[in-house]
Each structure stands twice: as structure tokens, then as C-alpha cells.
């Protein structure tokens, strides 16, 4: 398997508005990585629950375009919710990640799936995990395979400064690589993860910040995939709306008259798109 299943977690994965602001002030200059790793501990996005409306725009590489709405829902380290609401908000699919889980209901087809994390990295054979597609969808560095990003982890990224800002590279187990790129402000713009056995590439660059709660988050994310035959898809999703630490209960009921389907059911189903 390759990033064609990190892909499909995406897909299906303040104040209470936001405005947006200039992150390209004076340059910090930041010289040292110490002194580089106290900028981001500082700047790193905090929250314990967050929830946002969606806008999502998806382009596959056969030509086939999908624009809906949906509801972006996160309990920190336990839970990452999305519900797609083509239609007067009402939910067509629901996906959930757990660090255990990855399950989706389809209310149009009526069918279900649930699958094990660990089932769906030893396909993948890489170390991403659940807190690793968390902090892609919140707009923070990690260390693949790792739950949260200490300041005596930072030893396994290489850092340089660039024209622009400062990168981060690390690689896992496996061989994929992951770049992190900032701007001169140590705000992350762009999130990369290259196989370099297939040249396949996962890019999310982050644009257009406001502020949440009096921290800044990108409130436009552009996901884009590139296969070993430069196929490409993007994904698009504007936030708004958004709101963070406010008392939050998450379910996800399955009608008993549902179909179970599998993982790799559904993936074939994408490739026939």
C-alpha cells in the first residue's frame, strides 16, 4: 500500500470568527535550533476540543470534481470527527479516527466500516499515526509514530534556515520522508510526506491565518497528492466558524441494518472514480 490510504483519512477527514492576518512580519533570525525550538513551543497551536464548519473542494486526477460542506470535530488525543453535510446539513457520511480506529458510516448507501489503526499502518508500512493526523489537521509539527512532540524529540529532525523561513526533515522506520517548512514568523506553511521508493508525495501548505482564541490558525488548507505515475488529486478546506475548548461529547451510532464493508472495498471503489 502507499500514501493512497493517509490520502482517504483526509478526504473523509476565537473568538467564534476569525480574521484574517499578516504573519510576515520582521524576521526572527533565529539562529540556533535552541533558539528555533522555543519559537515553535511558544507559537504551537493549544487546544483541547476544537470544532469548525468546512468547506471542502476535492479534484480527482480523472477529472471528477466534489465541493460540500462538513463539521470538523476533534477531542485532543482522543477523537477526530468529520460529518459531510452536502444538503441542508444533513449528514450523508460520518468518519472517525481514534488512536485505536478508523471507522465511516454512509447514510445514502447504508453501509459501515470499521478498521484497526495498527491494521491499517501495517499496510501502509509507515509509522503515521492518529496524533500524527491530528496535528496535520491543526497545523503542528510531530514525529511520525510518536503521540506528542517533546522538546527532547526535536534531536531527530535536521534543521536549516532558508530564504524564506526554516525547515524541519525527519524520516521514518519505513523510509518515507517528512519536511516542515515555516515562514520567518515559525509559522508552519507547508507539511510534506515523500515515498522514496514510489516518489509518491503528500504536500499541505497552509494559508490564509486568523485568529482563534488570540492564536493564529490557517483557516485554508490545500492538500495535494501525487502518485508514482504523476497523477495528482487536491483537496481544498476552508475553515470558519471555528471554536476551541468549549465542553464537547462526541458518538457515532451504526443503524444494526447496515452493511459492513472493508477498507480495501472502499479504496478500490476511489480508484474506479
Known amino acids: 500500500m502507499t500514501l493512497l490510504c493517509i490520502w482517504i483519512m483526509a478526504l473523509l477527514s476565537s473568538c467564534r470568527t476569525s480574521k484574517e492576518v499578516s504573519t510576515t512580519g520582521e524576521p526572527l533570525n533565529l539562529k540556533t535550533e535552541v533558539a528555533f525550538f522555543a519559537s515553535f513551543q511558544e507559537k504551537v497551536f493549544k487546544y483541547n476540543t476544537l470544532s469548525a464548519r468546512v468547506q471542502f473542494e476535492l479534484a480527482l486526477s480523472t477529472g471528477n470534481e466534489t465541493r460540500s460542506k462538513a463539521q470538523l ?13 452536502p444538503l441542508l446539513g444533513i449528514e450523508a457520511i460520518r468518519a472517525e479516527l481514534t488512536p485505536d480506529s478508523f471507522k465511516i458510516v454512509n447514510r445514502l448507501n447504508r ?3 470499521i478498521e484497526s489503526f495498527e491494521r491499517i499502518k501495517g499496510e501502509i508500512d509507515m509509522d503515521f499515526n492518529f496524533y500524527n493526523l491530528q496535528d496535520l489537521f491543526t497545523n503542528r509539527f510531530f514525529l511520525p509514530g510518536e503521540t506528542e512532540l517533546t522538546d527532547n524529540r526535536f534531536k ?16 521514518d522506520r519505513a523510509g518515507f520522508q517528512y519536511d516542515f ?6 509559522n508552519l506553511c ?32 490545500d492538500f495535494r497528492l501525487k502518485t508514482g505515475n504523476q497523477a495528482q488529486h487536491t483537496l481544498m478546506l476552508q475553515f470558519s466558524n471555528m471554536e476551541i475548548d468549549a465542553p464537547m461529547e462526541l458518538n457515532f451510532p451504526i443503524p444494526g441494518n447496515y452493511q459492513r464493508v472493508t477498507l480495501q472495498q472502499i479504496i478500490h471503489s476511489i480508484e474506479q472514480l
Open 73 to 85: 470535530k476533534i477531542v485532543k488525543d482522543q477523537r477526530l470527527q468529520i460529518s459531510i453535510q
Open 111 to 113: 453501509w459501515y466500516m
Open 156 to 171: 531527530f529532525f535536521k534543521w536549516e534556515q532558508t530564504r524564506t523561513g526554516y525547515r524541519l526533515r525527519t524520516n
Open 181 to 186: 517548512s515555516t515562514n520567518s514568523d515559525v
Open 190 to 221: 507547508v507539511t510534506e510526506i515523500k515515498d522514496s521508493s514510489t516518489q509518491e508525495l503528500l504536500n499541505c501548505s497552509y494559508s490564509d491565518f486568523g485568529r482563534v482564541d488570540r492564536q493564529l490558525f490557517p483557516m485554508k488548507m
